[in-house]
């Protein structure tokens, strides 16, 4: 996801950072169907070797997964954006997936997936490669349809307000995943961590969180929109989640090639995290 978690401060400061003010101007030029075409095609979607960025987030997915761990009643996708193909491996082990989204044009193009509409984003070449390194000999369509059984709820989300839905998600999630959502709605690294602990919040004590996201990246073009990103290293991801409260259990992470170095974005890589919220945690 992206163009997700959340563009208006919590209201407590009116006159809050300009960083934010340039964040909601940005995303109001939001383009769903541009951001895909950059990311979700070729030359960044190609499944012909797993050194491409795609594959290798599919199977940082699909491995973190496997395991078996992770897995529950719900899990809650933040900033989900318009995409869908973060959810393929986790779909399995929860009965219900909830999305989120700040921008209501990506909440209507992953409702149009998942109704199956004519004109949404065609995700089938995903799907069919989550199944081919999954290694189970299941039927693509198989896991489309469950997917879309069971994602039913598409909210909206602001992950700078300290209750992110407006509510507090009852019972709270078992797992939560966020893909390249909360350094590109994030003015800085402190707001960085600060989105981390209020989504922290939707996850019951004991739940994991798996996140994607984007290292070393400054910008990144959807249509009209030039959206700034708070620019990480490895190093801000360890301390942003230790101060958010989790415990880390996995970081990996993945230089972008030359290749892949379209001009959409100034992106140098793609961290992975797997983290646990600490049973002790009352919040």
Request: glycine share 10%; net charge neutral.
């Amino acid at each position: 996801g992206r163009g997700g978690g959340s563009v208006i401060n919590s209201g407590l400061a009116p006159a809050a950072a300009p960083g934010q003010a340039a964040l909601r101007e940005g995303y109001e030029h939001f383009d769903p169907r541009a951001y895909l075409r950059n990311n979700y095609l070729p030359p960044r979607a190609d499944f012909s070797s797993e050194e491409f960025v795609v594959p290798w987030k599919l199977r940082c997915l699909a491995e973190t997964f496997a395991s078996g761990e992770i897995q529950g009643r719900t899990l809650i996708d933040v900033g989900s954006g318009p995409t869908i193909y973060q959810l393929l491996s986790a779909c399995d082990h929860f009965e219900e997936i909830v999305a989120t989204d700040f921008l209501a044009v990506n909440r209507e193009e992953l409702g149009r997936w998942v109704r199956g509409e004519p004109g949404a984003f065609d995700w089938s070449p995903f799907i069919q490669h989550v199944c081919k390194i999954e290694g189970r000999g299941e039927p693509w369509q198989d896991k489309q349809r469950r997917l879309r059984q069971r994602l039913r709820r598409i909210l909206p989300i602001d992950v700078h307000r300290a209750e992110p839905l407006g509510a507090p998600l009852r019972p709270r999630a078992d797992a939560l995943l966020s893909a390249f959502c909360l350094e590109a709605v994030s003015p800085d690294r402190a707001s960085f961590v600060r989105a981390l602990s209020h989504v922290g919040t939707l996850l019951r004590p004991g739940g994991h969180a798996v996140l994607l996201g984007a290292l070393g990246e400054s910008f990144y073009l959807a249509g009209p929109a030039r959206l700034p990103v708070v620019p990480l290293q490895e190093a801000d991801v360890r301390e942003a989640l230790a101060a958010a409260g989790f415990a880390l259990r996995e970081l990996r992470s993945y230089a972008m090639p030359p290749a892949l170095r379209t001009g959409v974005d100034d992106v140098d890589g793609v961290f992975f995290a797997h983290a646990q919220k600490p049973v002790g945690m009352g919040r």
